[in-house]
């Protein structure tokens, strides 16, 4: 296809706007249009973390999607910065998964002998080693320690990309809700509560809201909304120097001494409210994971909706049933780790007509009619 083709992005989280940047940076006319903002959704729950080992153990497509989009990170946020001229708190610091109990070591020495197969850079700390890594955790059974993971800022990401796609000539629309995607000839018209948007192909990209966006042919995509809390602490004891990892819930430190900790997984359908309970789940693991944290201040308690499918992987790929549509959607809660892949795919199958190998497992008519 050609570079100058109109191009419209239903959606403006970190997936949208890494997309909508792409399709721009290689000389696309994108319009973004999304029912609040860039970077107003789930984006806004996300703790940013960066670590495809402790996301996806178990291997399979997620993991090969997971590293291979943290590969490209270096590259995709200092080309960001620079497009958009606005700053992107990202670090490569590790990540620390711990037991702390002695019944969680099996799961930890699982994961350290598939990592030693498969070459993937990690350490075993015992107790001691931990204790000496990390002097603000509470005592452990054992850690795993994974140089190449990090986190980055989401919010500031999504709103730096929102920033590099306008650079390059996008236009974001916002508080625009999609209704329908129609066919119009050779053309596509996308239907808002604003008016339609007609484009030469569309992108939805519009996370748990996916499924509600009615495609002419199609069945809805089958994505559901997944809560997640998150919690942010001013932290004042000794600090934690790395992202922290436990079945209790992750932890990612910021160099001010802000602390992320999340997060609750609850299916409570499209709720996106704080609640007493989830605030109290994720206080009573912090205050598990280290003594210092009853001292910390309290700064904020947030929610987003992760969007999940049946199988726990994405949806990339062409429509069956409307060929000028491309789905991106359905990352759970992956969207800021798969966000630089994921564009590089969704770019090159819009533009260039190149269907990337991985792509066959994402394939949107795994759910039938898509």
């Known amino acids: 296809m050609r570079p100058s083709r109109d191009i419209v992005v239903v959606g403006a989280g970190v997936v949208g706007c890494a997309i909508a940047s792409e399709l721009a940076r290689r000389g696309a006319s994108v319009e973004i249009i999304d029912d609040r903002g860039p970077g107003l959704g789930a984006t806004q729950a996300s703790a940013g973390m960066l670590a495809p080992y402790n996301e996806a153990l178990e291997g399979g497509p997620l993991l090969e999607l997971a590293s291979r989009s943290l590969d490209l990170y270096d590259s995709f946020v200092a080309r960001t910065q620079s497009d958009a001229g606005l700053p992107v708190t990202y670090r490569r610091t590790g990540t620390l998964e711990v037991a702390l109990q002695p019944a969680a070591l099996p799961r930890l020495t699982r994961a350290h002998a598939l990592l030693r197969r498969t070459g993937v850079a990690c350490e075993w700390l015992d107790p001691a080693q931990v204790k000496a890594q990390e002097p603000a955790l509470a005592d452990v059974a054992g850690g795993l320690l994974l140089p190449d ?15 590099a796609a306008r650079r390059h000539g996008a236009r974001i629309i916002e508080h625009g809700r999609v209704q329908r995607i129609v066919r119009r000839g050779d053309d596509v018209d996308v239907v808002t509560d604003r008016g339609s948007l007609t484009a030469d192909a569309v992108v939805l990209a519009a996370g748990s809201w996916s499924g509600g966006v009615a495609v002419d042919g199609a069945s809805p995509a089958p994505v559901t909304p997944v809560r997640g809390q998150l919690l942010q602490l001013q932290w004042s004891g000794p600090r934690l120097t790395r992202v922290l990892w436990c079945e209790q819930c992750y932890v990612v430190p910021w160099d001010d001494g802000t602390v992320l900790v999340g997060a609750t997984v ?8 704080t609640t007493v309970s989830g605030v109290r789940q994720l206080l009573d693991a912090i205050t598990a994971v280290s003594p210092e944290a009853p001292s910390a201040r309290f700064v904020a308690a947030r929610s987003g909706l992760r969007p999940a499918t049946p199988d726990h992987l994405p949806i990339i790929g062409r429509s069956a049933a409307m060929p000028a549509l491309v789905y991106a959607t359905g990352h759970f809660r992956n969207g800021v780790l798969l966000a630089p892949l994921t564009a590089q795919m969704v770019a090159d199958l819009v ?7 991985q792509l066959t497992a994402l394939a949107p008519s795994r759910f039938g009619q898509l």
């Not at 993971?149 to 920033?163: C, D, I, P, S």
């Not at 609850?266 to 409210?273: H, L, N």
């Not at 533009?351 to 190998?357: I, M, N």
């Open 351 to 357: 533009l260039d007509e190149r269907s990337d190998p």
């Open 266 to 273: 609850e299916d409570v359908g499209f709720d996106e409210r």
């Open 149 to 163: 993971h990090g986190y980055v800022a989401a919010t500031e990401l999504t709103r730096a990309l929102a920033a």
